[in-house]
């Protein structure tokens, strides 16, 4: 179905990162790649659902530093309670950035020590503290939301339409409450963004790498770096407005 795999971001201090995670999220490590010149780190809660997507993090071993940009927005993670997880993370030591409050009482945001941020929402459904979706910034909503449909047959399952913005959820058709969505924003004043280098890309899930890329590019996607190009282990495209999407699979 081209579940969610997991959303990349690239850290600039693998330790501290990963002990942020761990301490304040109850992370564990699921899994990681050990490669001359980086780190990959996978993590989530202990209790992931076999359809929830896992945090990548990046670890580049030159030293290098990130600029956010603002083409991605945030993760955003699962609680009963918003209120009670802000109120815990503050005690805890995670600095104050957008309290329950300040967002209308129905979420929140962190920061982790990179500078990505974190919304914290509330859910009846899904692993404490499991990633709900990722927000991406989009310049054409239409084009946006026809590239996620069109492409890997997602379907938009709730949509808030404000004064000045719009947001769109999306997932595949049949997907499980606790499997990752993306969610798109649409700003109505016409702005543009700069995609950064801190946020790397989603993924999405396959049985089959090669059918799948085919499947794409019959489907008009862009041809990015195809599997032959990646050993045959995974590939990648990009959606309308630039943000890459890796095909791994299952």
């Known amino acids: 179905m081209l579940t969610l795999d997991h959303t990349m971001m690239r850290v600039e201090d693998l330790e501290t990162s990963l002990d942020w995670y761990r301490d304040y999220l ?17 993590l989530g809660p202990e209790d992931v659902h076999d359809e929830g997507a ?13 600029t956010m940009g603002d083409a991605w927005g945030h993760v955003a993670v699962r609680v009963d309670d918003v209120y009670d997880a802000y109120e815990e ?3 805890a030591g995670v600095e104050d950035y957008r309290d329950p409050d300040s967002c209308g009482g129905s979420y929140a945001f ?6 990505h941020e974190i919304e914290i929402v509330e859910r009846d459904h899904g692993a404490r503290w499991s990633l709900d979706h990722t927000m ?3 310049e054409d909503a239409d084009a946006a939301i026809g590239w996620y449909t069109r492409k890997l047959g997602y379907e938009m399952f709730r949509r808030a339409e404000f004064d000045d913005f719009a947001l769109y959820f999306l997932k595949p058709e049949g997907a499980a409450d606790e499997a990752m969505s993306v969610e798109l924003t649409y700003n109505y004043d016409g702005r543009s963004y700069e995609m950064g280098d801190a946020w790397g890309h989603v993924a999405v ?16 996607a ?13 590939a990648f495209t990009k959606d309308a407005d630039g943000h890459e999407v890796e095909i791994v699979t299952n």
Do not use: I
Request: aromatic share 12%; charged share 40%.
């Open 205 to 220: 899930r396959t049985d089959d790498l090669h059918e799948t890329w085919d499947d794409l590019l019959v489907r008009g």
């Open 54 to 66: 896992l945090l990548e993090l990046t670890y580049n071993h030159d030293g290098r530093t990130y």
């Open 26 to 42: 109850d992370y564990e490590e699921k899994g990681r790649w050990e490669a001359d010149t980086f780190t990959n780190v996978f």
């Open 89 to 91: 993370l503050m005690d």
């Open 110 to 115: 962190v920061t982790d020590p990179d500078g």
């Open 136 to 138: 991406l910034r989009v």
């Open 222 to 234: 862009e041809d990015y770096r195809d599997p032959e190009s990646c050993d045959d282990r995974y």
